[in-house]
C-alpha cells in the first residue's frame, strides 16, 4: 500500500494514476489470457525499442518450431538471452511442468520476461545479468 499511496491524489476515482495502472494491468492479463501471446515483447518492440540497440525478438512461429523441437523432456528450459521471454512461453506450451530459466542483459527485457513468466503461472527464474559475462545483478523467482 506504500507504493499505492505515491500514486494516489485528490481526483475522484476512475481519474487518479493508481487507477489507470490498474486498468493497464487488467488489460495486460485479459490480452494475454485472451491471445495467449507474448502482448509485452510486441508492444516493447513496436511503440519502445523500435529495434534500438538490435531489439528484434524472434518471431513466435520460429520459437514455436524450436519449442516443438525441444518436446516435452526435460525438466528446464533456459533462454541465455531470453528477451521478454517467448521462448520460454512457447516452451510452457509444449510442457508446463518445466522450470523455467531466463536471463537478459537488457533490464527492462528481463523485466518484462519476469512478468511473463507470472502472466503464464511458470515455475521460472529470471535473471537480469550478463550471460557471457557471468554476472547476475537481479534474480525474481516466479
Known sequence: MEIVKRYTDD???????IDHFASATGALVWETRETQS???GT???AEISFGDHGQYFTPEHVVTMMALAIGEDGKTVSDPSCGSG???IEAAKVNS???FHGKDIDQRC????????W??????VVEWGDTLGGNTWVRWVI
Open 110 to 117: 528481463a523485466k518484462m520476461c519476469a512478468l511473463n513468466m
Open 43 to 45: 508492444i516493447y518492440e
Open 38 to 40: 507474448d502482448v509485452l
Open 119 to 124: 502472466l503464464f503461472d511458470c515455475d521460472a
Open 97 to 99: 511442468n518445466r522450470t
Open 86 to 88: 517467448v521462448m520460454l
Open 11 to 17: 481526483r475522484p476515482k476512475g481519474e487518479r494514476a
